[in-house]
């Protein structure tokens, strides 16, 4: 139980295009999602938190307009960068938590984006 | 703010050992702490999960200890085998915090057959 999947695994994109990532848990409800960027040999940064219903809580640094995310259910969320560039290749990770269960999340496989 | 740091960053030991890997974090006041295992390029797994009124969690060859006073926790496998070769995460919340996780640059472990 508790999984959560990420699609795509690797997308590799131009400069300037824009690259939407799913995160669903698909055996629980997560009322809360969490978006994780992952530099080479880096740990994971918290981007931001994702609460179903409403808009997401940034970290200090994380353009809110380069990095759209949508909780539009409690077994989906979605990452979306805007006008990628070069900069934004990392290794994103989201993880979910179950609502009314542990403390514990959950982590996706991880998405390698890659901008050209 | 909490920080997190994970030593040593890197561990070769031979099959069979047992070993230990070593948590700090800055902000004692935790709700609990967590241990992760990342294979490479994939995402985390969930280890161990100690509760700030726990002291230690045990699963199969694995055991975390979390010392709140001295901000420290170590996650101990025995008997490592090759399979075991990841890198592992310690994660704490950050101050006042309790959903968020602030993650060490993780202990990349490599077990020789």
């Known amino acids: 139980g508790a999984v959560v999947s990420q699609h795509p695994s690797r997308v590799i994109c131009k400069s300037g295009t824009s690259v939407k990532i799913e995160c669903r848990s698909l055996d629980f409800q997560a009322t809360t999602m969490f978006w994780y960027r992952q530099f080479p040999k880096q740990s994971l940064m918290l981007m931001a938190t994702s609460n179903e219903g409403s808009k997401a809580t940034y970290e200090q640094g994380v353009e809110k307009d380069k990095f759209l995310i949508n909780h539009a259910s409690l077994t989906l969320s979605t990452l979306t960068v805007t006008s990628a560039h070069p900069e934004d290749s990392s290794f994103y990770i989201c993880?979910?938590?179950?609502?009314?269960?542990?403390?514990?999340?959950?982590f996706g496989p991880g998405t390698r984006l890659t901008v050209l | 703010k909490q920080e997190v740091t994970q030593i040593p960053a890197a561990l070769s030991v031979p099959e069979g050992e047992n070993l230990v890997l070593n948590c700090s974090f800055t902000d004692s006041a935790i709700y609990n702490l967590q241990w992760f295992r990342q294979d490479h390029g994939k995402g985390l797994t969930s280890l161990l999960l100690?509760?700030?009124?726990?002291r230690e969690q045990t699963s199969g060859r694995l055991n975390a200890s979390l010392d709140k006073s001295s901000g420290r926790s170590t996650l101990y496998i025995a008997a490592s085998q090759p399979g075991d070769s990841a890198t592992y995460l310690c994660a704490a919340p950050p101050q006042g915090g309790s959903e968020k996780l602030v993650f060490g640059k993780g202990t990349k472990l490599t077990v020789n057959p």
């Open positions: 100690i509760q700030s009124s726990q």
């Open positions: 993880s979910a938590r179950q609502a009314g269960g542990p403390d514990t999340q959950y």
